[in-house]
């Protein structure tokens, strides 16, 4: 313990983060970019840098982008340039079996890790393919429960004991308790929102709408979506089995939802 002279120690306590403690605060802060880029971090314990932690798996890494990042004044926005930048990042995820199989669990970034979106990235990801995307800054926060809501999902409410329906099925971590990362499940709630959740089946309508509008030929409604949503265009197989799904009678919105709902759309790769 030491005596506070500036008021609370709120101050005191600031600046010994990030000059008494600098080397360990810059190591968490870009341990904790890292993991946030990667999926895990370079310490698998983000909260714990002690002796009841792991071992950082690329210590020279994790030292070299921790000084350089105090040299650069503490910009994470340096950070974020710096990992993103980097050939570690823009690697690929399909490589040949023989590289995956020596590093099956990826330890040594061998190359991308396959990564499902967080919620909120997923809503605003369905927000932005169906053009409805609010990007409005500020106001109030909304419940994220009404599905005719389509700000994004940064400004969602989040009440401590009341968390969001659509929050809790889609692992958002309990705001009562810290939570280092997220726990990833899949879950037949999940799947059941993906269904019957009246947010998914209001942007799968609205989808439908908008091809709709823009041809009467189904088949380049197929590559329109497609494009919109996976950037890319359809595989002939892929083209032959959405219309086949749609002369069996199930509407276009249903089809849309499909697409919305599929692991191409959700996973980063």
Do not use: C
């Amino acid at each position: 313990p030491r005596p506070l002279t500036n008021g609370s120690g709120r101050l005191d306590l600031a600046h010994a983060i990030v000059d008494e403690a600098a080397a360990l605060s810059a190591r968490v802060i870009v341990n904790r970019v890292w993991q946030h880029h990667f999926g895990r971090g370079l310490v698998e314990t983000p909260s714990e840098f002690g002796p009841a932690g792991e071992a950082p798996t690329h210590p020279e890494l994790l030292d070299d982008l921790a000084a350089r990042f105090v040299e650069n004044g503490w910009s994470i926005k340096w950070l974020h340039r710096e990992i993103l930048n980097s050939a570690t990042w823009q690697q690929t995820s399909l490589v040949p079996y023989e590289v995956e199989s020596r590093d099956p669990s990826n330890h040594l970034y061998s190359r991308m890790t396959r990564r499902r979106l967080d919620f909120e990235v997923w809503r605003d990801a369905m927000l932005a393919a169906t053009n409805e995307l609010d990007l409005k800054v500020g106001g109030e926060p909304f419940n994220l429960d009404d599905a005719s809501q389509t700000r994004r999902t940064l400004y969602g409410s989040v009440k401590r004991r009341e968390l969001s329906t659509m929050l809790s099925v889609n692992d958002f971590p309990d705001p009562i308790a810290h939570s280092a990362s997220r726990t990833e499940t899949s879950t037949p709630l999940q799947l059941l929102f993906s269904l019957n959740g009246p947010f998914v089946m209001q942007r799968a309508k609205t989808l439908a709408t908008r091809l709709a509008a823009s041809t009467d030929d189904d088949s380049e409604r197929i590559r329109l979506a497609y494009s919109q949503l996976l950037q890319r265009a359809p595989q002939p197989r892929e083209v032959e089995l959405g219309l086949t799904f749609l002369k069996s009678g199930e509407p276009w919105e249903r089809y849309t939802q499909v697409l919305l709902t599929a692991n191409e759309f959700l996973y980063l790769d």
